[in-house]
């Protein structure tokens, strides 16, 4: 059982992140602030996968104007992203926003800063610091690594919430390095008490990205770092959102819809296990309860696989035994593998 570091715990908009918190699955959106009706479908279809507190980017006043009605259509927390304009972090929680994501060194002065401060602890909103390697301030110093800029970086922000006495703070320090970010996020872990939201920046399109952000966000979870996770992938986010769930779950930290083991299939393989697989896992798509699903591609290793699954089968030349909890409940014809496999699962 790995040890969390427990973190200051916060609410954002009813969801609990940090103080040892079941680890929050985030997204942002990837369509125009002010077109309400695309942001919100937006949303809504992530919500349906899973994703627990949503960002959208704030650039402009009219994007700052939407943010009222996005709030009022959704069910999940709202997070606006702001840079530099002190005016739009205070229309945004005017209109009802669960967070803020902003920097507070990059606001040009302290009574900017200081309006946003009293207007967020009036209203108990958190702010997120959010540190990426790739827009550091020019004043840090070229002597230390990514890494330790990153975190001076970061400390400095917190530095100023916490000489206004605010102290509902997240901090995240993401960059497309993997080592680089590991580096910053244990460093920082050490130096402050606030919850992190952890993830590889720009992480790239979906299949070199999910292995790019899980080969990051994984080791930091599984030393106890991390209270929130974002998976920044070139796409849809929905496909951010299973991505972070699929880390989740691989680390135990999460249970979130069925798991699916499949084989490789191999030489010994008498089906077209592959398309099989391909095919259950799309049927498991929508199943919301959390259930192990083995499909295997011959019967000499396979009936170990589908035993410790839920529900499992293991497949040989026209036919294929079906497994529940480790028990053998009959043999299947080829042509019926998945209907009798989803029969399992639903009726499980
Ligand atoms: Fe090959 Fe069987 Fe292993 Fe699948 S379970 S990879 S078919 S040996």
Known sequence: MMQRRISKAINIGGVTVGGGAPIVVQSMTKTDTRDVMSTVRQIKDLEDCGCEIIRVAVPNRE?????????????????????????????????????????????????????????????????????????????????????????????????????????LIKVSLKAFDVPTTIKAYRDIAEKIPYPLHVGITEAGLPRSGAIRSACGISPLLYMGI??????????????????????????DLRQHGPVLVSCPSCGRTEVDLISLAAEVEKRLLNIDKPIKVAVMGCVVNGPGEARDADIGIACGKGKAVLFKKGEKIGVVEEGDFIEALMREVDGF
């Open 63 to 167: 994007a700052a104007k939407a943010l009222a009605a996005i709030k009022k259509a959704i069910s999940i927390p709202l997070v606006a992203d702001i840079h530099f304009d002190y005016r739009l972090a205070l229309a945004a929680m005017e209109a009802g926003v669960d967070g803020l994501r902003l920097n507070p060194g990059n606001i040009s002065q302290p009574s900017k800063v200081k309006a946003i401060v009293e207007a967020a602890k009036d209203r108990n909103i958190p702010i997120r610091i959010g540190v990426n390697a790739g827009s550091l301030p020019k004043t840090s110093d070229p002597k230390l690594s990514t890494a330790q800029q990153m975190v001076a970086a970061a400390m400095g922000h917190i530095k100023i919430l916490e000489g206004l006495d605010f102290d």
């Open 226 to 251: 991390g209270d929130t996770v974002r998976v920044s992938l070139s796409t849809h986010p929905r496909e951010e959102v299973i991505a972070a769930y699929e880390i989740l779950k691989s680390l």
